[in-house]
């Protein structure tokens, strides 16, 4: 109840992600957001800035912008979700939007001033992330939230989301605005950039090319797996992920006339978890940053379908139906 009675939230925010083997992201900074449900990205349009960048993110209606603070200039683009992904974005938190529905289950204790929520979740099986935790600290006076600390495994890793935040204001009581913020941009210059494009890599081959198994350690020469389905894929990518045991399928399908290989620069022994995990059995290799820069990977999932002289003659950014029909053409052929 209280946070539906916020139009307009101001805060400042500390973030700390922790992960695995010692690795940890700092950030500090200052949010704005205000609620609009005719958006239908985000619900909201939101200001950021993070004291580790020298930019400032504005999202309003479908139009991000990035405000450079040295250079008086900014660039428009259209609305992603990945803008959430931005240094300002990271700092916005939906805990301003309500408590979590769905969960595992749920702890209520108090102290003398605070609230204390401790939720878990069922575990994630298609992203293989375990044991999701989130305690959430709320001031008793203002029911307004204190701190917030988010745990999960993924592999046998553990991630630590962390926020605390301080000086909330809402409604009346913030001065900005997103307009405001919006009409400063007129003192501005705009840089526009041409979105670069990627050349096609029909027509290239993968000749001559020896990588090593990801689960076995062997060499194998890719010349002797032609034709063939090539992905290039990252553990961290979620549309890696779900397309992993459609891939295994495909494998399964045509497992006489036609071989699926993923290729990853990942550390070995995250691939070959998530791989053992998942039950899959096509071949996975090794590959390094020079083989991606080779075939200009620059975004994950990349799909390539080989002929029988390992020449690239379809290439896709996600796994479809439209594959296993330009499978069975070139079968047939």
């Known amino acids: 109840m209280k946070v539906n009675s916020y139009d307009k939230i101001e805060y400042d925010v500390t973030r700390i992600d922790t992960f695995s083997r010692n690795f940890s992201m700092d950030r500090n900074g200052t949010i704005l957001i205000e609620k609009n449900i005719q958006d239908t990205l985000f619900n909201m349009s939101f200001y950021g800035q993070s004291s580790s960048v020298p930019t400032k993110y504005l999202y309003d209606n479908g139009r991000q912008y990035e405000i450079s603070i040295e250079d008086n200039v900014y660039e428009t683009k259209k609305g992603s979700y990945g803008f959430l992904g931005s240094p300002g974005g990271q700092l916005v ?114 000749q001559d090319l020896k990588l090593n198994e990801i689960i076995g350690n062997v060499q194998i020469n890719i010349n002797n797996k032609f034709p063939a389905l090539i992905s290039f894929w990252e553990t961290w990518c979620s549309p890696c992920i779900r397309s992993l045991t459609k891939l295994d399928s495909l494998q399964n399908k045509y497992s006489n006339s036609l071989n699926v290989i993923g290729i990853t620069t990942e550390n070995k022994e995250e691939v070959v978890k998530l791989l053992q995990k998942k039950k899959i059995k096509y071949l996975n290799l090794k590959a390094s940053e020079s083989l991606l820069n080779r075939f200009e990977i620059n975004s994950f999932p990349t799909y390539f379908l080989l002929n029988e002289n390992g020449e690239i003659i379809e290439e896709y950014t996600q796994i479809s139906e439209i594959i296993d029909e330009d499978i069975n053409f070139i079968l047939r052929k």
């Not at 969960?103 to 102290?111: D, F, G, I």
């Not at 301080?166 to 900005?176: G, R």
């Open 93 to 206: 938190s939906r805990v301003f939007f309500g408590l979590d529905s769905v969960y595992k289950s749920a702890n209520l204790t108090e102290t003398k001033n605070k609230f204390i929520l401790e939720f878990s979740y069922v575990n994630d099986t298609l992203l293989n992330i375990e044991n999701i935790k989130k305690t959430l600290e709320i001031d008793k006076q203002t029911l307004l939230p204190i701190e917030m600390i988010m745990t999960s495994n993924k592999l046998g890793n553990k991630r630590t989301e962390y926020y605390k935040f301080k000086n909330i204001k809402f409604n009346n009581d913030v001065s900005n605005s997103i307009d405001n913020y919006k009409n400063k941009l007129h003192k501005l210059e705009l840089i526009v950039k041409e979105e670069p494009v990627r050349n096609t890599q029909i027509g290239k081959t993968f």
